[in-house]
């Protein structure tokens, strides 16, 4: 467990966090591995966990009928996957897969709320963490929109 | 004294005679022509330096030059089919004739990244004019401390130069990283945009000089994730895309605030033109 502690606190996402936060989330936690081409999660599938990837990568896909999905980023070491675990129903928008052997830290999502509600400043925390990521992927996703590499000469 | 100024003919308005030697194509529309003169030699021009490249009848477009600026035989042009001039271009058939003025402009300040690490940031056809310095730069890489290419594009069949890219990803004395805004599961590489690659790449940023060219959407968001790692912006460089026509600052269509970006740019510092790319107007 002191180890598990050691690495999650090592993870960028919790670069500097109190020790005592620490602790508290690392009851929450536990180590993954996913091969190559598995699913973290399906589209509408319960949002019961959140990860923080240590190895690897993992694309976000979006499918559609007819075609074939349509990867809409890719993540790797050091970043988190999944924020629906925040936002009633509690449902995947998306589905997450491994394209390489990938390793993470699994956070249950159940554990992790009840701590935040319990612990304010743990979930202030949380979510002084969580925001920045989600705005920089907004703003990713609405530069993407832009389709800017279609109309352009050089 | 630049290159363009040592090699422009007498009149640099008279377009000279180049023959198309090869024409290799890079994507659906989007070909390089090798180029050699019909008159004369080949000029040298520095990596950013771009030609104006007549279709006779067509139209006359400034186009980057793409190939290495240490071979002394050809000029290399990476040209999208966008309009008329430039799908004639395009086109050329191998021993059709085109005309061409230049080189002008600026260049990438690659002698001034020695010593730093660099960061050469493309989007799109953007890796065309950064093609020549990143040879420039593989030629002599002791010179340099970190060297990152960053690339990205619209999609995998999109990408330009996937064989380069493979072949410097493969050397150990430069890091590429290419990344798509879309793609199907058959690409195993990034997905997501250029500037969110940056705090993935390892550099230090108080001894970082960065080049960066693209479609400026792309140039402003990059520019502004560099700025907010702590690249100082006068080590930022852009190459700036305007409606460039006599090229040689007389004729005022590219003015872009107080400088004229063919005679000026195409590359100009960050700290010069930031709050200008702010300007919808300009």
């Known amino acids: 467990m002191e180890t598990l502690e050691r690495l999650l606190l090592g993870h960028k996402f919790l670069a500097g966090i109190d020790p005592a936060f620490g602790r508290l989330l690392v009851g929450c936690t536990r180590n993954l591995r996913f091969a190559p081409g598995q699913y973290l999660f399906r589209e509408g599938g319960p949002a019961d966990e959140f990860y923080l990837i240590r190895e690897g990568r993992v694309a976000l896909e979006l499918h559609a009928p007819a075609r074939p999905p349509i990867i809409i980023a890719t993540l790797g070491a050091g970043e988190l996957v999944g924020a629906s675990w925040l936002v009633p129903p509690y449902r995947w928008g998306f589905d997450a897969k491994a394209t390489t052997d990938t390793r993470a830290f699994g956070l249950d999502a159940t554990c992790l709320r009840e701590k935040c509600d319990a612990d304010h400043h743990l979930g202030y925390e949380m979510m002084r963490r969580l925001l920045p990521v989600m705005v920089r992927r907004m703003q990713a996703a609405r530069q993407q929109m832009l389709d800017v590499y279609g109309h352009t000469s050089a | ?282």
């Open chain 2, 1 to 282: 004294m630049s290159a363009a100024q040592q090699s422009s003919p007498a009149d640099p308005m008279r377009p000279a005679p180049w023959r198309v030697r090869a024409v290799r194509r890079e994507t659906a529309d989007v070909a390089t022509l090798d180029l050699e003169p019909l008159e004369g030699g080949v000029p040298g021009f520095a990596p950013g330096q771009f030609n104006m490249i007549y279709a006779f009848g067509i139209g006359e477009v400034p186009i980057s030059l793409s190939g290495d600026p240490a071979d002394p035989t050809r000029f290399m042009h990476t040209v999208r089919a966008v309009g008329a001039a430039s799908a004639a271009i395009v086109a050329a058939a191998p021993g059709s004739v085109l005309g061409l003025r230049g080189p002008f402009g600026s260049a990438w300040p690659v002698d001034a990244a020695e010593g730093l690490d660099l960061l050469i940031v493309a989007g799109g056809l953007g890796l065309a004019p950064l093609r020549p310095a990143i040879y420039q730069v593989l030629a002599a890489s002791e010179r340099f401390g970190r060297i990152a290419v960053l690339y990205g594009g619209r999609g995998p069949a999109e990408l330009l130069f996937r064989d380069e890219l493979a072949a410097w990803g493969a050397r150990a004395d430069v890091t590429v990283t290419v990344t798509v805004d879309h793609a199907d599961p058959s690409w195993h590489g990034h997905v997501g945009v250029v500037p969110a690659l940056i705090e993935h790449v390892g550099f230090d940023p108080s001894n970082t000089l960065a080049l960066l060219c693209g479609p400026e959407v792309m140039l402003r968001f990059t520019a502004t994730a560099l700025r907010g790692a702590g690249v100082a912006a006068e080590r930022i460089f852009l190459s700036m895309e305007r409606n460039m026509k006599c090229a040689i600052g007389l004729c005022g269509h590219c003015q872009f605030g107080a400088d004229f970006v063919c005679k000026d740019g195409p590359v100009l510092p960050y700290d010069r033109i930031a709050a200008r790319l702010a300007v919808r107007e300009i």
